[in-house]
């Protein structure tokens, strides 16, 4: 089984910066893909980026001006940087990662952090 941590979620203020981070973790595993989703209460979960394994992205096109993705292949870490942040950034934001698991396809989610606009 392959588990994704996230961290770095917390208070922002509006026209900030905060970065996420998600690192999975497990066993005879391999990541072709992470991305970012988030998802308000009420609403479903949207998109925010996504990066395959060759560094090919994929970005909300409402998103993409504020926000960059990246990764690290050694560590099976994603992050998202966020900036110039909204009050409508206030999410929960959650870590998606497709997996090749014993050989098998899958993929995963990390629990959510919480984004929260500090005004």
């Known amino acids: 089984q392959v588990q994704l941590v996230e961290s770095g979620g917390g208070l922002v203020q509006p026209g900030g910066s905060l970065t996420l981070s998600c690192k999975a973790s497990?066993?005879?595993?391999?990541?072709?893909?992470m991305g970012w989703h988030r998802q308000a209460p009420g609403k479903q979960r949207e998109l925010v980026a996504v990066i395959s394994r060759n560094g090919a992205t994929n970005y909300s096109d409402s998103l993409k001006d504020r926000f960059a993705i990246s990764r690290d292949l050694a560590s099976d870490t994603v992050y998202l940087r966020m900036n110039s942040l909204k009050p409508g950034d206030s999410d929960v934001y959650y870590c998606?990662?497709?997996?090749?698991?014993?050989?098998?396809?899958?993929?995963?989610w990390g629990q959510g952090t919480q984004v929260t606009d500090s005004t």
């Open positions: 998606q990662a497709g997996l090749i698991v014993g050989g098998r396809p899958g993929d995963s």
């Open positions: 497990g066993s005879n595993f391999l990541v072709y893909e």
